[in-house]
């Protein structure tokens, strides 16, 4: 496959005008981690939450990167072998299951929200 030849911004934008969600992934990975690549989250970036790795240390994350404490955080297990699926898990607060109603947790919208 061809890599993207399309920026971040207008990506994101892209998104949004098609409804969908973005949430960009283990941002604190060293290695291809946005944060370690970059520095900070992007100005201009749009998305509905950040993904940190399963066994961060968001505290510490959150010390590095003051901007992240008002955002929406969630954990998945990121996994690609079966025994560690579900390791680590987001808890959605929401009226029903759905795309909308998951949004607008990650956008506390309405009472819905994210539970760590």
């Known amino acids: 496959t ?6 971040y911004t207008e990506l994101s934008e892209w998104v949004v005008s098609q409804g969908g969600i973005i949430v960009p992934a283990h941002i604190d ?4 981690g ?5 520095g ?3 100005d ?8 940190i790795s399963a066994f961060s240390n ?10 992240i404490a008002t955002k929406t955080i969630i954990r998945s297990s990121d996994s690609h072998v079966l025994k560690t699926i579900g390791n680590s898990s987001t ?6 299951l759905s795309f909308d ?8 919208k309405d009472g819905r929200s994210v539970i760590h």
């Open 58 to 67: 968001a505290g510490m994350l959150i010390e590095e990167h003051p901007i």
């Open 2 to 7: 061809a890599p993207l030849k399309i920026g």
């Open 40 to 42: 900070k989250i992007p």
């Open 101 to 108: 109603e998951i949004k607008w947790a990650m956008n506390k």
């Open 44 to 51: 201009g970036l749009k998305y509905d939450a950040l993904e």
């Open 34 to 38: 946005l944060l370690m690549q970059m």
């Open 29 to 32: 990975r060293p290695v291809n």
């Open 91 to 96: 808890i959605f607060s929401v009226e029903s």
